[in-house]
């Protein structure tokens, strides 16, 4: 049987950044849009690790087929790390980016251009059903503006400035986004990984 993944998420930017980035593998990738009645898993982790194996292992289980979840944030120095986990409900459950992205702003207001750095982090978890789950992660780095820049992307992309690049990540393209960003990171430690599982033993 030809080799599937399931990405398991609901958002839209990330499934289209993923998407892309899976296309490089020799694998059919599928996204909960091919499963409309997947289960709707609960963030009930205190890490964005823990966080992402819910929802691999709940997916994977649920369809018997290897599953990657995608768990990631913004994690601010100034403010202790919040978002963090929380990123994608911080102004409230109806996970609202712009709301998300004023609520950060106006938190931020006294704070000197100085200590604004932040980092993106994305934990991927891949759950293959028979095998232990795995995961990797990667990191962005980048300061917090005090105004939006830049329309592509999603969630606190406008907002978030790359020193290096001396733009947002609103503003780069989606190939120079997705060559640099904290999911590229992560992404980019699978395919030894991968490899490595397939030669373990079949793969549905
Ligand atoms: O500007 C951004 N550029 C990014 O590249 C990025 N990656 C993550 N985020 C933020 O972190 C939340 C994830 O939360 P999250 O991992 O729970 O995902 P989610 O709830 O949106 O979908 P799901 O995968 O859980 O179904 C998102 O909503 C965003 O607010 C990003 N913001
Ligand atoms: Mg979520």
Redesign the pocket.
Known sequence: MEKQVIIA???K??AKELEKMFSTFNIKVKTLLDFPDAIDVE?TGSTFEE?AIL?AETISQQYNIMTI??????VIDALDGRPGIY??RYAGED?D?EA?IDKVLAEMIDIPNDDRSAK?Y?ALAIAIPGKETITVSGTCEGEILRERKGDN?????PI?FIKDKGLT?AELSSEEKNRI???AKAVNKLPAILQNLFDLGDQK
């Open positions: 998420t609901k958002n930017g990330k963030e966080n929802k979840a995608d768990d990631s944030g913004l990123s994608a996970k980016d998300n993106f994305c992307g999603f969630g606190y992309d978030f990540m960003s904290h999911r």
